[in-house]
């Protein structure tokens, strides 16, 4: 098994967050991984993405061929890289950010559309939740990770300042995962 995923939206949405910790989670799972970031000059913003190969074998580059999946939380991103999804995949996305009507690889790709935003602002009562009910939507139809690696996952790594974050980030993935389904 080998999975290419795409991570992609404006720097500032938490892009890099989301494909760290996955990252994170697939080795804790016990699969080889690979992470590479890249953001544009001004990280607020500008754009962001990042790729992470996970695989039950060595990987031997972290370049990414054709992603299988991708997690795209914004209109811009979504219209550069739905192109690139390999036939068959899967693209999660944020219907608040990114319009349905720009889809144009139905017969080829499987869409799903969270309204991230929104179960971002119920829960937490900002916004920038966003990418971690994307996060929850993946883990619901990608079927690569379990929440309960990424639940502790989060816990080890999350920074002491942040803790307080910890629990409605969680609620969020739950949230996400739900909506997917």
Do not use: W
Not at 41 to 64: K, L, Q, W, Y
Not at 127 to 154: F, R
Not at 167 to 172: G, I, S
């Amino acid at each position: 098994m080998r999975t290419e995923l795409l991570l992609a939206g404006f720097g500032g949405q938490g892009v890099l967050f989301v494909g760290d910790l996955v990252t994170r989670s697939a080795m804790a799972q016990g699969l080889h991984t690979t992470y590479m970031p890249t953001y544009g000059v001004a990280m607020r913003g500008g754009t962001a993405n990042c790729v992470v190969i996970m695989s039950d074998e060595p990987i031997g580059s972290p370049v990414m061929d054709e992603p299988d999946a991708a997690v795209i939380l914004n209109q811009q991103s979504f219209d550069k890289f739905q192109p690139s999804l390999k036939k068959g995949g899967l693209i999660v996305t944020n219907s608040t950010l990114v319009s349905k009507d720009t889809f144009t690889r139905s017969d080829t790709l499987r869409l799903v559309m969270v309204d991230a935003t929104k179960i971002a602002r119920k829960i937490t009562g900002r916004e920038q939740a966003a990418n971690m009910a994307a996060l929850g939507a993946y883990l619901a139809v990608g079927g690569i990770l379990s929440y309960d690696v990424v639940d502790a996952t989060l816990r080890a790594n999350l920074h002491p300042s942040k803790q307080a974050l910890l629990e409605p980030n969680l609620e969020t993935i739950r949230a996400g995962m739900e909506a997917a389904k």
